[in-house]
């Protein structure tokens, strides 16, 4: 089963925890200071709010899959299409253990496909993500906190 996922920065966390939670009529699954992340299953999604040192704004949008098998489909399926990816395994991220596939799409959008296998107590450690190999003024990096370390 897939779940879309979308990650805001914003420029402050309670007001926005406070926002989301009334127009979802429901608290985030996780909350800290720094990030906040719904589980929603009307509409099916992975929303994900942090304030992370990035612009306000869209960060990045997603699909979390429920399997390594189905990650493994979603990064061939890129790949085929001509797509460089960037693969991560068992890093760290938004306070959970995730294995990634990030990509950045014709417009400039980071997508990040991804596997959740457990939780951390930590925001994240990953290794910083390569710039695209594109030469396009219209292609980002995918995205990283304030101390340049990828997120997802």
């Known amino acids: 089963m897939k779940r879309l996922h979308l990650h805001l920065s914003v420029p402050a966390i309670e007001p926005a925890i406070r926002f989301y939670s009334t127009l979802f009529d429901a608290p985030p699954s996780i909350a800290k200071d720094d990030y906040a992340k719904w589980m929603l299953e009307d509409p ?3 929303f994900a709010i942090s304030t992370r ?3 306000a704004g869209v960060d990045h949008v997603g699909i979390e899959v429920d399997s390594a098998e189905a990650l493994g489909l979603i990064a061939g399926r890129l790949k085929e299409a001509g797509a460089s990816t960037f693969d991560q395994e068992a890093t760290t991220c938004c306070y959970a253990r995730s294995d990634k596939s990030w990509v950045t799409d014709p417009a400039g959008m980071r997508w ?8 951390a107590t930590d925001y994240g450690e990953d290794a910083e993500i390569p ?14 906190d304030a101390a340049g370390r990828a997120c997802g």
């Not at 710039?131 to 990283?144: G, H, K, L, M």
């Open 44 to 46: 099916r999604v992975n």
């Open 112 to 119: 990040e496909s991804f596997f959740t296998h457990g939780t």
């Open 53 to 55: 040192g990035r612009a």
């Open 131 to 144: 710039e695209p190999a594109s030469t396009s003024a219209c292609c980002a990096a995918a995205p990283t």
